[in-house]
């Protein structure tokens, strides 16, 4: 399989603290890749760094053929939920989409490519009210509409479902699994572990910023000698180290 993300010896702290510690880990092309890890284990320091939101101290990354020196190329092809969704409240859902369009330089129509997003995210009647007004669900909506804004081969998401009902979370896990069946690779960071379970073909789990096991599902229950993939968490991860 072509590798589409690579993380080698990849160490980030602050102070004292070590948040990633000499990471290595590998996603390749068309995955659904599930990102595991306790509070403070180092996960939204890794997207981070990834999505080049900060600098590690050390170690690399390359996604596809690129690298962190160029950035601007990296973006064209990412599409992003990070853990802060960091929404301009007083635009609206659709100012706000078209805003990153614009950014983008989105070719061809930009508001009806904006309205097909809202649409498949059911915020289509919700367009002309003030991201302020929102709901949390509406909201975690918006933001993967926005990650979707420039037709990404690779989606890094950080807790892509939290604060959504259970109608909500369906929808978004159907649209994610289109997605990835058309193609696009997924980086999913999720503490909703049947979900994982559920949409991931592969895992990685890290505690206390380093890796403590990588493969399949079911190659890491083998492993633990356990039925689920909570068992396999509960197994390898120090809970409440945050």
Known sequence: MEKIISIKNLNKS???????????LSVD????????GPNGAG???TIRILTGMMEPDNGNIE???LNHGTKSDIHRFLGVIPESRGFYEWMTGEEYLLFFANLYQIEGNAVKKVDELLKKTDLLRSKNKKIGAYSRGMKQRLGLARALINDPKILILDEPTLGLDPQGQEDIKKMLKELNSKGVTIFYSSHILPEVENLCTKVAIIDQGKLVAQGTIQELKD????????????KLTTPNHD
Request: no cysteine; glycine share 10%.
């Open 63 to 65: 996604i596809t053929t």
């Open 29 to 36: 092309k068309g995955e659904f890749f599930g990102f595991l």
């Open 14 to 24: 602050y102070g004292a603290v070590k948040a990633v510690d000499n990471l290595n």
């Open 43 to 45: 996960k939204t320091t």
């Open 223 to 234: 492993g633990a000698k356990v039925d689920t993939l909570t068992e396999v968490f509960l």
